[in-house]
């Protein structure tokens, strides 16, 4: 049975879980009471000989032991492994009572689908009721000791009247090896489709047989769940360790908590007791706890806090019989509330709850009285032009008309070359998307707290810059060692393209590096070059610092997202096509 104290702990009082300590029904002396008197005898059995039995040498061996077994016996985890074991246990405890199926949704979809009023409706909703029950019984006769006792075999379900003769020669006719407790589910669901085709079932749209079919098939589910608990227990391996660690450490303690000589000055054996009363105390909480696991591993059984299994059978076979049958079509007389005229409704209470009202207002918002001071309430602007800024956005992304194609500034797929040509006249009438510029924005569309490089002012952009929205980079910002592949041109109107593209001489601006670099990384390999590098593109955007330590790392990545293979190729290698239709997936 459960042992319910709730009413007992309704109000937090002084010594109100203490008075729970002198219940007897399912409390923990009632658990570990025998094991804690065999403990106690053998204790002083023990302690008898080591007394009385021994002569002088004897008890030295005997002390020597002790002390070992003292210093050893902490090597068992005995902590660890109870707390997690009882834990999990408890846990599948809980998840039993609530995957227990219960009949009252099935039952009241079938009130409200199979209505009417003749004789035929009713002995369809009664017998889905009985069937409904019965699959359930069938089940926990299978799981639970309490129900096998209460029905041993089918004629004792015949003759309570949940089967009937026919349906039990029905269910033995299901010749198979396994559980058979889903047989009365199955002939509801024959039995709903036969009162669907009589029109019995008002279904006319077909929604309410998907309806009361889900139904089922959580109950089924439920059922099944039940079933597999009982099937896979806690692996016994786990449980054996368990019961091992904790029996093990007592049964040291039961030479290591003696009271040896004072005489011999042992450390921590300075007094000489009888009653060793804490190491009962933690053999009383151990074991106990340990006990509570068993109890719990299997709450269809007979222990005290196991499941009333009798008292769910008699409670849902009454309801079920209630609800589609003796209580189906009452209902109250409409009438109005005495509410009826008043938009103020005020419950009244009773003086005994007078005293617990709430004076406090209802919770509206744990931020709703948050006062923001005045200069914080303005929205952020662009002097510039006045319109909302981006607080994400640097002055040149802003100016540059940034925001909206940041899905389409991906320097994917560019070609590198060989050649090495390094004249920074090239750049006169093209301007490459910069890589540090690039790998910026990326970030950018990911986090806010990426540091952004200060680019010059719109005035000290070259006018070539604001011709056309599609230039995205001025000359200066990038690096000499930089130049444009003149050997691949393109229609700057190709589709995904366009804001690649330098409209001034139509050039698709590929870039191609020092011709000793090459490989699946574009990086420096000395010292020496890995400063140059620097330097140069230092020197290009006029940025010293973080800054230029960020643009020389997103140069490293940017030749990453140009060899997309991890392999560097020679311009007789690379096909134009290839890298148009990488750049058209990451523009989409």
Request: with cysteine.
């Amino acid at each position: 049975m459960t042992i319910s104290y709730q009413f007992n702990v309704h109000t937090a009082t002084l010594g109100g879980f203490a008075r729970l300590l002198f219940r007897w029904s399912g409390s923990v002396y009632k658990l570990v009471f025998k094991e804690t008197v065999i403990f106690g005898l053998l204790y002083a059995t023990v302690s008898i000989i080591y007394r009385v039995a021994l002569d002088e040498p004897q008890r030295r061996t005997f002390e020597s032991v002790a002390r070992h077994i003292g210093d050893n016996k902490n090597l068992i985890p005995l902590t660890f492994v109870l707390g997690f074991y009882v834990q999990f246990v408890v846990g599948r405890w809980w998840d039993q009572y609530n995957h227990y199926p219960w009949p009252d949704r099935i039952l009241a979809l079938v009130i409200l689908y199979i209505n009417g009023t003749d004789e035929r409706s009713r002995l369809i909703r009664r017998t889905l009721a009985r069937w409904t029950c019965l699959s359930t019984i069938l089940l926990t006769r299978g799981v639970s000791v309490v129900a096998k006792k209460r029905f041993p075999t089918l004629q004792h379900l015949i003759d309570a009247g949940l089967m009937t003769k026919e349906e039990v020669d029905l269910y033995e006719d299901v010749n198979i090896p396994y559980a058979k407790y889903w047989v009365p589910m199955l002939w509801c669901t024959q039995l709903l489709t036969q009162a669907r085709r009589e029109k019995t079932f008002d279904d006319p749209t077909g929604v309410a047989t998907k309806h009361i079919f889900e139904e089922i098939a959580t109950f089924r589910t439920n059922q099944w769940k039940i079933w597999s608990f009982d099937w896979v227990s806690v692996p016994i391996v786990y449980t054996q360790v368990v019961t091992l660690a904790t029996y093990v450490y007592f049964f040291g303690c039961l030479f290591s908590r003696q009271f040896l000589d004072p005489e011999q000055q042992y450390q921590s054996f300075y007094v000489d007791f009888y009653f060793p009363i804490f190491t009962f105390l933690q053999f009383f909480f151990y074991v106990g706890w340990l006990k509570v696991a068993e109890s719990l591993i299997n709450p269809w059984g007979e222990d005290d806090d196991d499941f009333e299994v009798n008292w769910f059978i008699d409670r849902h076979v009454q309801v079920a019989f209630l609800v589609v049958d003796e209580k189906f079509g009452q209902m109250p007389t409409l009438v109005k509330d005495m509410y009826w005229d008043t938009t103020e409704v005020k419950v009244p209470y009773t003086s005994a709850s007078a005293e617990l009202r709430r004076k406090s207002a209802a919770h509206i918002g744990s931020t709703i009285n948050l006062e923001i001071p005045r200069g914080s309430q303005t929205f952020l602007k662009d002097p510039a032009n006045g319109h909302f800024t981006d607080p994400c956005l640097s002055a040149f992304q802003r100016n540059s008309s940034w925001s909206g194609r940041r899905s389409s500034l991906q320097p994917r797929g560019r070609k590198i070359s060989e050649h090495t040509n390094h004249s920074s006249d090239n750049f006169k009438n093209s301007h490459p998307l910069q890589e540090a510029t690039y790998n910026y924005q990326r970030s950018m569309d990911n986090t806010c707290s990426v540091p952004i490089p200060e680019y010059p002012e719109s005035s000290s952009i070259p006018s070539s810059f604001h011709s056309s929205p599609d230039h995205l980079v001025p000359d200066h910002l990038v690096p000499d060692h930089l130049v444009p592949d003149e050997s691949v041109s393109f229609q700057c109107g190709d589709p995904g393209l366009t804001p690649l593209c330098d409209t001034h001489s139509g050039q698709f601006p590929f870039v191609r590096p020092p011709s000793n670099r090459r490989g699946p990384k574009y990086c420096t390999e000395s010292e020496e070059e890995e400063e140059l590098l620097r330097s140069t593109a230092n020197e290009a955007a006029g940025t010293t610092g973080p800054d230029s330590d960020l643009k020389l790392q997103t140069s490293r990545s940017f030749a990453e997202d140009v060899t997309p293979n991890g392999r560097g190729k020679s311009p007789s290698t690379v096909n134009y096509s290839e890298h148009a239709d990488m750049i058209n997936g990451h523009a989409r």
